[in-house]
């Protein structure tokens, strides 16, 4: 597995992919890998000849008073993880090798990046907008996977994709859960014992409106009351948002019936999770 630092020498790599006539998957991640980001590699070498993983805490995407300094980096255990995953390469960045001194371009998606995570987190968006170009016309990847738990990432991306016409297309993965229900991120291991426990509310609200939705019930007002009085029961747990959108323009929806995302996300202790559920 190669583990490379540079553009220049990952650009090199890449072409040699290229030019022995195989394809390549990317998963971009900013690592503190777990079993979802391995279901990524995993779909990855289904796909493609070839799999390249990043692993980068990309700046931009945090706000002045998020976790950026605090998000966890376990570099020398992911590359482990994924050298035993059979990766092909993998790319650690530098933010300078990303961002060079002076640069000023942003890739901004206007209108979904002002939504869902993007209204709590201004800039948030056009952080994850702007790197995930970079990745792309660094290594040209034919397919690139990305998991539905960050669904709204997912809605800003296939926006980009499809205006700046980038030739990739994007794969996307279930959210991969612990046995309790519990979505995977790489900021789990913040949570304490009784944080964990609590942060369970959250997919039990999307598993509450999912039984709605099974029984027949289609209003979003009526599903949204449903998803609140369960998270109401742990009131140490701070709801960001719970809405029902279009999972393309997370625009808000009245009903249900043509399929739509249910997304949470809350501030369980000092750590914000997220999840979602399609419908």
């Not at 035993?84 to 890739?107: K, N, Q």
């Given at each position: 597995?190669?583990?490379?630092?540079?553009?220049?020498?990952?650009?090199?790599?890449?072409?040699?992919?290229?030019?022995?006539?195989?394809?390549?998957?990317?998963?971009?991640?900013?690592?503190?890998?777990?079993?979802?980001?391995?279901?990524?590699?995993?779909?990855?070498?289904?796909?493609?000849?070839?799999?390249?993983?990043?692993?980068?805490?990309n700046p931009t995407q945090f706000g002045p008073k998020e976790d950026f300094a605090s998000y966890p980096r376990t570099l020398e255990q992911d590359c482990q993880t994924l050298e035993a995953?059979?990766?092909?390469?993998?790319?650690?960045?530098?933010?300078?090798?990303?961002?060079?001194?002076?640069?000023?371009?942003?890739?901004?998606?206007?209108?979904?990046?002002?939504?869902?995570?993007?209204?709590?987190?201004?800039?948030?968006?056009?952080?994850?907008?702007?790197?995930?170009?970079?990745?792309?016309?660094?290594?040209?990847?034919?397919?690139?996977?990305?998991?539905?738990?960050?669904?709204?990432?997912?809605?800003?991306?296939?926006?980009?994709?499809?205006?700046?016409?980038?030739?990739?297309?994007?794969?996307?993965?279930?959210?991969?859960?612990?046995?309790?229900?519990?979505?995977?991120?790489?900021?789990?291991?913040?949570?304490?014992?009784?944080?964990?426990?609590?942060?369970?509310?959250?997919?039990?609200?999307?598993?509450?409106?999912?039984?709605?939705?099974?029984?027949?019930?289609?209003?979003?007002?009526?599903?949204?009351?449903?998803?609140?009085?369960?998270?109401?029961?742990?009131?140490?747990?701070?709801?960001?948002?719970?809405?029902?959108?279009?999972?393309?323009?997370?625009?808000?929806v009245p009903d249900v019936r043509h399929g739509a995302l249910v997304a949470v996300a809350a501030r369980v202790g000092?750590?914000?999770?997220?999840?979602?559920?399609?419908?």
């Amino acid at each position: 597995m190669l583990v490379l630092k540079t553009i220049a020498e990952t650009r090199s790599a890449c072409a040699l992919i290229r030019a022995a006539g195989k394809t390549l998957g990317l998963v971009p991640t900013m690592g503190a890998l777990h079993s979802g980001h391995l279901s990524l590699v995993g779909a990855a070498q289904a796909s493609c000849d070839a799999v390249a993983v990043t692993i980068f805490v990309n700046p931009t995407q945090f706000g002045p008073k998020e976790d950026f300094a605090s998000y966890p980096r376990t570099l020398e255990q992911d590359c482990q993880t994924l050298e035993a995953a059979g990766v092909d390469l993998v790319f650690t960045p530098s933010v300078e090798e990303m961002y060079p001194s002076g640069a000023s371009t942003f890739v901004e998606v206007a209108g979904l990046s002002e939504r869902l995570d993007g209204a709590s987190r201004p800039g948030h968006f056009r952080g994850v907008a702007t790197v995930v170009a970079k990745l792309f016309n660094i290594f040209l990847p034919d397919h690139a996977f990305f998991g539905q738990k960050d669904a709204a990432q997912v809605a800003v991306l296939r926006k980009m994709v499809r205006d700046l016409r980038f030739a990739v297309q994007l794969d996307v993965c279930p959210t991969v859960r612990e046995p309790d229900g519990l979505a995977l991120s790489s900021r789990n291991r913040n949570l304490s014992g009784e944080e964990r426990r609590q942060a369970l509310v959250l997919s039990r609200a999307l598993q509450a409106v999912e039984k709605q939705v099974r029984g027949g019930k289609q209003d979003s007002v009526a599903l949204l009351a449903e998803a609140l009085r369960i998270l109401q029961e742990e009131p140490a747990v701070q709801v960001d948002y719970c809405r029902i959108v279009d999972p393309d323009t997370l625009e808000d929806v009245p009903d249900v019936r043509h399929g739509a995302l249910v997304a949470v996300a809350a501030r369980v202790g000092t750590t914000r999770l997220i999840d979602n559920l399609l419908v």
